[in-house]
């Protein structure tokens, strides 16, 4: 049994959908006792934590603090994935830009925050192509499509 939190600060309320998405990306990955949370941020909040923890003097869409990267945290059967935090005006801007909806942009942003947690990664051009055929391959799954 997965265990996973959505914090939304009140930036969101229209998420319900994000449930199906997230227990489709865990189904795929065949992740079973976990735990992990997604928390909903301003452009002031991710700003911050991209230029604490990566440096990088910016917003961005979304941020996942993988626990797996550095050390083993399985405690007692149950993987510690980490936290995936998410730009809600970012996302509302970048749906805008790709003129898809906010749903689409929304689980897009989840399912790559969730597969960053399950150790996927899209530094080199094979593996950015497995990751985002991956994170597509879910998505047309839970009929959403750009």
Same mark, same amino acid.
């Given at each position: 049994m997965n265990n996973y939190e959505i914090t939304d600060n /009140? &930036?969101?309320k229209d998420y319900d959908y &994000?449930?199906?998405v997230i227990d489709?990306? &865990?189904e795929h990955? $065949? #992740?079973e006792n976990a735990i992990f949370? !997604? !928390?909903f941020v301003t452009n002031e909040e991710i700003h911050e934590i991209n230029k604490e923890y990566r440096g990088i003097d910016r917003v961005t869409d979304v941020i996942s603090f993988a626990l797996e990267d550095s050390v083993d945290k399985n405690y007692n059967g149950i993987r510690v994935l980490g936290d995936i935090y998410i730009c809600i005006p970012r996302m509302k801007e970048q749906a805008n830009e790709y003129g898809h909806s906010e749903k689409r942009e929304l689980s897009f942003l989840t399912v790559h925050g969730l597969l960053h947690l399950l150790g996927? /990664?899209?530094m080199e051009h094979d593996d950015? #192509? $497995?990751m985002f055929s991956l994170q597509e391959e879910i998505l047309n799954e839970e009929n959403i499509k750009r």
């Open positions: /009140d &930036l969101y &994000l449930y199906s489709r990306t &865990l990955e $065949k #992740v949370s !997604i !928390i996927y /990664d899209h950015e #192509v $497995k």
